[in-house]
Structure formats: C-alpha cells, structure tokens
C-alpha cells in the first residue's frame, strides 16, 4: 500500500475524467493504424516508424502555447500532425484522402481499447453518489466514441474542449466545468494522464488530481499518481 494524501482522503462531490491515455488509448496503436490505412491507398509503412513518427509530429505540433479551440481548428491541428508523421514517405499519395479516413477511423470503438478497470471503478463511484464527468481535449468524435463503448451514460456531464472553446492547461476550461458542476474546487477530482494537462492545471485550479501512470502508486500532499483506476473507489463522498 502507498501513503494517501488528501487528494483522496479529503471527500469529493465529483469526479471528472481525461480520456486519451486515460480511459482509451488506441490499438493496438497509432502506428499500426496509420499503417494498415495507408495500405489500402497503397502506401507501404513501417508500423513501429510511424508510430515513432507519430510521437515526434505530437510533441512539436500537437500541443500550442494557445489553448482557443473549436472543431475547425482541431481538424487542422490533426491535419498537421499526421502530414509531419508522414513527411519521410517519399511516394506521391492522396493526403485528403488519407487524413480523411483517418479522421473516421478513429471515432471507431475497434480502434481503441478501454482501460481494463475503467467501466467498473466509473460505475461503482457513480452508485456510492459521486457525479462524473468527461473533462477532456478532444472534438465532436468523443460523443459517437462513447456511445460506441455504452459509456454515454456513464456520465453526468461531458465538458469536451472542442465545445467549450478551451483546452486543458487552460484554466477556463475547469471554471466552466465548475460552473455547470456547481461545485467549488476543492470538491473535485481530476483523473489524467498528463503531467502538463491534468495534474499541474487541475491544481492550479484547486481542485483534487489523480495522475495515472505506470509508475509505482505513490502519493504526495497535492497529488496521487496511481497504476490503475481501482483505488478511487477508495474515496470518500462529500455531503
């Protein structure tokens, strides 16, 4: 067992969930999808290239100093993104066509996997009284994806960044979800996998913060990093 802090000692009132990396993380992964696509334009990859690629093209252009988002914007983040994975490919090919079914594929369940523990802890806290929430960067291909998986009504409430205008770190997008919880922040519980998106802007926010990581469980006086999601069922409600 690890030393809790107060992230999960303290009760909560609700418990809001990052979902790439978090909840669902593609499979069997990004390059091995990027690959089979390519081949049906007849484009031959190296899975493991492009997925290394993938990676790299994330890093330099998949998060921006400015947090202003909507849907148009993050087709083209994602338009940029997979054109610099690809940019090694010397062979000529459609890339309209290629970025568009790639933009499909991935609102596909089959795609992705759900984290082992995810339906179980999200139902069991859900029945103890907690309110959850979808609090993630994503755009409109998140609704159909839940559904996909039956999770939909899993949640309260799906504060997705694309809708709001902002993305995590920015701190407006956690007052909007504060707002519509209405909760003060120190009744709230972030779960993410992101040091920079999750753990570091919920805390600026005052709120709680779970990191999930393949670390060891570890805990500190602001913030617990955890392998899986079993021990928020550990959490005490706020009443």
Aim: contains cysteine.
């Amino acid at each position: 067992m690890f030393r809790q802090s107060h992230a999960l000692t303290n009760p909560v009132a609700a418990v809001t969930f990052d979902v790439g990396g978090t909840l669902l993380t593609p499979h069997p992964n990004v390059g091995e999808i990027y690959q089979e696509v390519l081949k049906n334009h007849g484009v031959h990859a190296d899975s493991a290239h492009l997925n290394s690629r993938f990676s790299e093209a994330w890093k330099i252009l998949g998060k921006t100093a400015d947090c202003k988002t909507n849907d148009l914007r993050e087709i083209e983040k994602w338009r940029r993104v997979v054109r610099e994975t690809f940019r090694f490919l010397d062979t000529e090919f459609k890339f309209d066509q290629i970025f568009s079914e790639l933009w499909e594929t991935f609102t596909l369940p089959h795609r992705w996997q759900l984290r082992d523990d995810s339906r179980k802890t999200i139902t069991a806290i859900r029945q103890r009284g907690f309110r959850t929430a979808v609090l993630s960067n994503w755009d409109s291909r998140l609704r159909p994806l839940l559904r996909g998986f039956g999770l939909l009504g899993s949640f309260d409430h799906l504060f997705i960044s694309s809708e709001i205008g902002w993305e995590k770190p920015d701190p407006r997008i956690f007052r909007t979800a504060e707002e519509q919880l209405g909760l003060p922040p120190e009744q709230i519980l972030h779960v993410g996998d992101s040091p920079e998106q999750d753990l570091a802007p919920a805390l600026a926010a005052g709120w709680r913060c779970v990191l999930i990581s393949d670390e060891a469980n570890s805990a500190t006086e602001t913030g617990v990093t955890l392998r899986n999601l079993e021990p928020l069922l550990d959490l005490r409600l706020a009443t």
